[in-house]
């Protein structure tokens, strides 16, 4: 059986096994820029060169967590006091599901950047626009 280890673009870790035939195409569907190689060939992943403002030149994503946090901000979900896990839970109920430490980040620059304000309050920072 064949193994294969991906890390993928949001850090996510993903294990695949099978046949060869099975874990190339896999590959390959994870991958926007591969084709299925061949039987028999190896297969790699080519990094990405980051381009200014650290995002991938080639492909550029659209989502990711800051995009869907300073979607909810447009959209009012701030107007009211939201803790670190309300809003992971509100990401997890739009099917965007992140850890708590891919959100804080996210949260801290939207912050520095004006965009949310943050308290401090005791249960931890609440964060509000």
Do not use: N
Not at 97 to 102: D, F, N, V
């Amino acid at each position: 059986m064949a193994k294969a280890s991906l890390i993928m673009p949001d850090g996510t870790k993903v294990q695949i096994e099978g046949t060869a035939d099975e874990v190339a195409v896999l590959i390959a569907r994870c991958s926007s820029d591969a084709h299925p190689p061949a039987p028999g060939e190896k297969t790699t992943r080519k990094k990405r060169k980051a381009g200014k403002g650290g995002s991938a030149t080639s492909g550029q994503r659209k989502g990711g967590p800051t995009a869907f946090i300073s979607q909810l901000a447009t959209e009012g979900y701030f107007k009211s006091k939201r803790l670190l896990p309300d809003i992971q839970k509100k990401l997890e109920e739009l099917g965007h599901i992140y850890a708590q430490t891919s959100i804080s980040p996210v949260l801290t620059r939207l912050t520095r950047k004006r965009g949310l304000r943050r308290i401090k309050e005791k249960d931890g920072w609440v964060y509000i626009v």
